[in-house]
Every structure is written in C-alpha cells, then in structure tokens.
C-alpha cells in the first residue's frame, strides 16, 4: 500500500530531489519537497555533517524528513573532494577537477540518507565505485558528466538509467527496506 504524503525531503537541490522523488516512487512512497538551505557544518566526516543536517532540518519544518549528504571521494587526491564535494563544485568545477587528475582515476560517490523524526535519528549509507573520466562528456548536473561507474563505459550524464545503479539509489533502497517496515 503507498505511504500519503507524509515523508518530505529537505535540500537546496532540485537535481538531488527529482532524483530521490523518482527511486522513492518505484519502491511505492510518496516524497514531498521542501527547498531550503540547511546548517552544514565544516567536518571532514560526512557521517556528521549528515545527522547534523537532518536534525536541522526536522527542527525547522517538525515533520518526518529525510536529508541526503553526498561526496565523490577520489582515490590519488586521498579522498578529496569528500565532504567538501559541493563547495569544490562551486568553485573548481569539473575542470578543475579533471586538471588535478593524471593516470590513477579512481573514485568513489558516497550518499548518506538520513531519516528523522520526533523519536527517530538514522542513517543509510551506500557507496558507488567508479572512475573519473578524461574529460566531461555527456549533459548532466554537478559531477555527472565526469564520473564513469565501475563496468560502465558512460559517464553518468551520458546513461539512462543512473537512477538504477547510482549511489542515491542504493541509499535510498536501504531506506526503504526500513521505512516501509518500521
Ligand atoms: P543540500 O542542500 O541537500 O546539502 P548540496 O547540493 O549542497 O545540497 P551535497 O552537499 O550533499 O548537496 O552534495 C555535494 C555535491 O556533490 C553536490 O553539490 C553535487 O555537486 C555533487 N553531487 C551529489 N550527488 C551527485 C550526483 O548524483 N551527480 C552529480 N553530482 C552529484
């Protein structure tokens, strides 16, 4: 049975909800939107800045929330950009990223979802290997167009159906798996 209306997420990125808005659907829930800038806080663990922002986000709104905290973690900057993944986007961009990059390409996009509610703090984690490619091929948002998932030869913004294999699909499945069972 679909859940109404009553889980909403929390974000300042229309790209991250119409993405979330149509994995949550194929698993039968419902997502609304509230658009908002939250408190992140400077920390170089994700984990943190994760809880941090879902608590703000229910004591701001006082409704069940979900909030998503992203990083695309490659392997010869020793993890960079990592939890400064968006502000590095919004000031290097994805050439900057590419000009820091010679033959070690590994990388990995990590998503943490966390739920919270009046009782309820949790968090789900996933994570997606892949490669950062050569160069921006194909039209996407953020580092779409530069990240490459493990045994696909595309970059993200060149495939159909990223919302099949990508990071936020595979958090998003693990919350799911709870949330239409708790
Ligand atoms: P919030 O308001 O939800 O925090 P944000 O855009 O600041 O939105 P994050 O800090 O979680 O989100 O994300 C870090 C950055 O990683 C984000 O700004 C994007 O540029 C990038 N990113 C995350 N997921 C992505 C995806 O699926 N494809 C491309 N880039 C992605």
């Known amino acids: ?39 992140e806080i400077q920390s170089s663990s994700l984990e943190e800045i994760a809880l941090r922002k879902a608590k703000d986000a229910f004591s701001k709104f006082k409704k069940p929330v979900i ?7 490659i392997n010869s900057l020793g993890g960079f950009p990592g939890p ?37 703090l949790q968090s789900f984690n996933a994570k997606l290997d892949g490669i950062i490619s050569k160069s921006q091929k194909g039209k996407g948002w953020g580092y ?12 993200f913004a060149e495939m159909d159906d ?6 936020r699909y595979k958090a998003l499945k693990k919350f799911s798996n709870w949330y239409l069972h708790k």
Do not use: W
């Not at 909030?67 to 973690?73: H, Q, S, V, Y």
């Not at 070690?104 to 979802?113: D, W």
């Not at 779409?144 to 970059?155: E, H, R």
């Open 1 to 39: 049975m679909q859940k109404s209306f009553d889980l909403i997420f929390v974000s300042s990125n229309d790209h991250k909800y119409l993405e979330a808005k149509n994995i949550l659907e194929s698993f039968g829930i419902k997502l609304g939107f509230l658009k908002s800038d939250l408190e």
């Open 67 to 73: 909030t998503e905290d992203d990083g695309l973690f």
């Open 84 to 120: 400064y993944s968006s502000y590095v986007f919004k000031t290097i961009g994805n050439d900057g990223v590419l000009n820091l990059l010679r033959n070690n390409r590994k990388a990995k996009f990590v998503s943490i979802i966390t739920y919270c509610d009046k009782t309820i």
């Open 144 to 155: 779409d167009p530069i990240f490459i998932p493990k045994n696909s030869k595309k970059t």
């Open 162 to 167: 990223k919302n099949k294999l990508s990071h």
